[in-house]
Structure formats: structure tokens, C-alpha cells
């Protein structure tokens, strides 16, 4: 599935769009949060924070032919209040993908792969932090080779606990594939992700983190574990995250394992949406 050029000027122009209004909505705020009450909120996936990540990914030796591959995601999070008492988070995963040697020897592909929308109805609770919803495969994907040509939807659901300075839980989601192209391979795939973070009074953080994918249909796992660190601070007036970890994958078939890989994100924080 292609998307004209059109479509991805439209994707980029949302992006601004999202950007500058999420920038209004800071500068309408009457007062900000406290460093460590931010980085609080950026471990919950649930919280009520307006934020704008950039998830850059960077792996080698991946599969037979020691391919290379850098991918960056970018994911913001908008939350829209239903009632006083829940939440809707929406989170969006658009990434944009430069590989070579993954597939094959002396291959390049570099576009857009598949997006996933993610919707969290999240009650206010005490205790303990749940969210349930939709998750959605959107076949965004500019390269044959990079994306599923599916549209897919499943369940998505986040368990958590979280102190002050602690966090701790998990997010999961199924996707099924329900359309699409017919002359490709239906889409089956489970993700978690496991969480542990504690963060300061400066804004600063550590933390580690595990990602399991398990692909039903190709019958392949991979596990990756992330030790990480991050901070808050800002740039001119604008409060932002800055984080990096080590991909160290664990479990994987040769075909997808990559040899390691190393992360970095930088997230645009909106404190008073």
C-alpha cells in the first residue's frame, strides 16, 4: 500500500499543528508541575499530560546479514477528560524507519512503517492504576518491505502502581489484522511492555525496562531489556525529558535478533495541559 505524497505532507502538517497547539496550551497554564511530579507523570502512560516524545532506535547485527537499522517513533500522547472520574489517553506511534541488510544482502528501504493508535479509558482510582481499550494497526507504510499492508485492532490494557518517586507496572496489547491486502501475511502479534522507574527530586531518573513481541504468525520472540536514565529540564521556555538506555535483546530468532542496540528520546512536556 502506497500513500501519495499528499497524505505524508498532511501527516507532517498535523504534526506541527499538534505542536503549536500543544505550545498555547502551555503558555495558557497558570502554574507548572515540580520536576519530579513530571517525571511522575511521563512514567505513567496514563497520565493527563500532554507530551510529545521522539523515540530514536538504533540496532545492529540484525538477522543473517548483520543488518543495520535506525528507527525513530514519533509518539505523542493527548488525554481528553470524559468526566471527573476518567480519562481518555490516546497515544500514537508513527515511525519512520532507514534499514539496510535487514532483509537481504545489499538492501535499503527508508519511509514510513505502520502506525499503531493506542485509546486508554482510564478511571481515577486509588492504589492502583488501570487502563483498558482499543489498540489499532494503521497501514501507513510508504515501502512495501516496511510495513504489513493490514489494518489491524485488538485489546490494549495497563496495570500500575505509583508513589512518589516509584513506579512500577505494565501496558499490553493483541493486534489481529481484519483487512487489507489478501496476497499478505495475516497480522498476529502480542506486546508488553514492563516497567520499574524511580525518579528525584531534580526531575532526574532511573529505571529499567523489559519489551517482549511475540510474532503468532511467524512464531518468532523477541525480549529486550533496557536499563535507563533521564532527566528534566529546559530550553528556553520549553520543559522537555531527555533519556537514553542500552537495547540489550535477550530472546530472539536469528532471523530478527539484532547483536545490540541503544536508544535516546526526547520528549516535549506540556505541563499545563
Do not use: C
Not at 499543528?17 to 503558555?27: H, P, S, V, W
Not at 532506535?57 to 481528553?80: A, D, E, M, R, S
Not at 514510513?112 to 482510582?125: C, G, Q, R, V
Request: charged content about 15%; cysteine-free.
Amino acid at each position: 500500500m502506497k500513500i501519495s505524497p499528499t497524505s505524508i505532507k498532511f501527516l507532517f502538517a498535523s504534526l506541527f499543528f499538534l505542536l503549536n497547539f500543544t505550545a498555547f496550551a502551555q503558555e495558557e497554564a497558570k502554574a507548572e508541575s515540580s520536576a519530579q511530579e513530571l517525571a511522575d507523570k511521563l512514567a505513567n502512560p496514563v497520565a493527563s499530560l500532554i507530551s510529545v516524545p521522539l523515540q530514536n532506535n538504533l540496532t545492529y547485527g540484525i538477522g543473517p546479514y548483520n543488518g543495520v537499522k535506525y528507527q525513530i517513533n514519533i509518539q505523542p500522547v493527548i488525554p481528553f477528560k470524559l468526566s471527573e472520574n476518567l480519562n481518555l489517553i490516546t497515544r500514537y506511534i508513527l515511525p519512520v524507519v532507514d534499514q539496510q541488510d535487514v532483509l537481504r544482502e545489499n538492501t535499503h528501504e527508508f519511509g514510513l512503517s505502520d502506525a499503531t493508535i493506542t485509546a486508554f479509558f482510564a478511571p481515577k482510582t486509588k492504589g492502583i492504576i488501570l487502563g483498558v481499550g482499543p489498540a489499532f494497526l494503521v497501514p501507513t507504510a510508504t515501502e512495501k518491505f516496511l510495513g504489513t499492508e493490514k489494518f489491524g485492532i485488538g485489546p490494549s490494557v495497563l496495570v500500575m502502581h505509583q508513589g512518589k518517586g516509584l513506579s512500577i507496572g505494565f501496558l499490553a496489547n493483541q493486534i489481529w489484522s481484519v483487512a487489507g491486502a489478501s496476497d499478505r501475511a495475516d497480522f498476529n502479534q502480542f506486546y508488553t511492555q514492563i516497567f520499574l522507574t524511580h525518579s528525584y527530586k531534580s526531575g532526574a531518573s532511573l529505571g529499567i525496562t523489559s519489551e517482549i513481541t511475540q510474532n503468532w504468525q511467524g512464531n518468532t520472540t523477541l525480549i529486550t531489556i533496557s536499563p535507563n536514565v533521564g532527566a528534566i529540564t529546559k530550553l528556553g521556555g520549553q520543559t522537555m525529558q531527555f533519556a537514553v538506555m542500552p537495547l540489550i535483546p535477550v530472546v530472539g530468532h536469528q532471523s530478527i535478533k539484532p547483536d545490540w542496540g541503544l536508544r535516546a528520546v526526547v520528549s516535549f512536556i506540556f505541563p499545563g495541559s
